[in-house]
């Protein structure tokens, strides 16, 4: 199929044009305006330095339902003992920076260039994008972030600077997500990584008839704060500031 080239209008292609790896469409701007409607369609930004803007909606998509959870012993041990302290919303650019400094550090290559970390902070700053943070000795070791629209969440990326800190901020999201009854996390495109906590693999038709009744809920804007430390099964505290 043809890669649509977008103009300077608002708009996007239907995603079942997109090409069989996803990819949909080229160009356009990362405009609050813009982005928005990209993942309200079901397609996000995705690309490299070097590259245009290329916009996807891959087919299956990765989702996670926050009644699917799952949780290793692992996890529910350092849960319990409480090694961490979670936050929300307390250092989103820094943790959009870590992400980035992180697959750098490890020679993955990074979508996360200038253009997208200012783009999602002004989504932060508008209270649609949200950072989940964990904190240790009050050093900010792990988090992740993502875009909130009615019920859903889209998860973007997360890092980890000591063991299980990104893991810990995951569970603490889906377990706050839960209780403000959201219908999934967006989890974009497939990985083990995700598949062990949880996340399956759906077509992108079904995606987006789901993503639809999500979007019929009022979007609950930032700041975000664990209210419960019940709710998160972890320390929420101020650290970091």
């Not at 608002?10 to 356009?28: D, K, M, N, Q, Y």
């Not at 979007?219 to 709710?231: E, F, M, Y």
Request: contains cysteine; charged residues 20%.
């Amino acid at each position: 199929m043809p890669v649509f080239l977008l103009s300077d209008k608002i708009a996007f292609p239907p995603p079942h044009f997109a090409t069989p790896e996803g990819l949909l469409a080229v160009g356009g701007d990362l405009s609050q305006e813009r982005l928005l409607l990209a993942y309200r369609m079901g397609i996000f930004p995705w690309y490299a330095e070097d590259e245009p803007i290329l916009w996807w909606s891959p087919d299956p998509r990765l989702i996670l339902y926050p009644s699917t959870l799952h949780v290793s012993r692992t996890l529910k041990k350092i849960f319990k003992k409480k090694v961490f302290t979670v936050t929300m919303d307390r250092a989103f650019e820094e943790v959009i920076t870590a992400c980035a400094q992180t697959r750098l550090k490890n020679r993955e290559g990074t979508w996360i260039v200038d253009g997208i970390h200012d783009a999602y902070c002004r989504l932060h700053l508008s209270g649609y994008a949200h950072s989940v943070e964990t904190w240790a000795d009050g050093r900010l070791v792990g988090g992740l972030y993502g875009v909130s629209l009615g019920r859903c969440f889209f998860g973007e990326s997360m890092f980890s600077r000591v063991d299980n800190a990104s893991s810990v901020a995951l569970v603490a999201l889906v377990r706050y997500l839960k209780t403000l009854s959201f219908d999934f996390i967006d989890c974009q495109v497939t990985t083990a990584h995700l598949m062990r906590f949880g996340a399956c693999e759906i077509p992108r038709s079904r995606f987006l008839k789901e993503l639809r009744h999500a979007l019929a809920a009022p979007t609950l804007k930032g700041p975000w704060k664990i209210n419960s430390v019940a709710d998160a099964g972890v320390t929420e505290g101020t650290a970091g500031r």
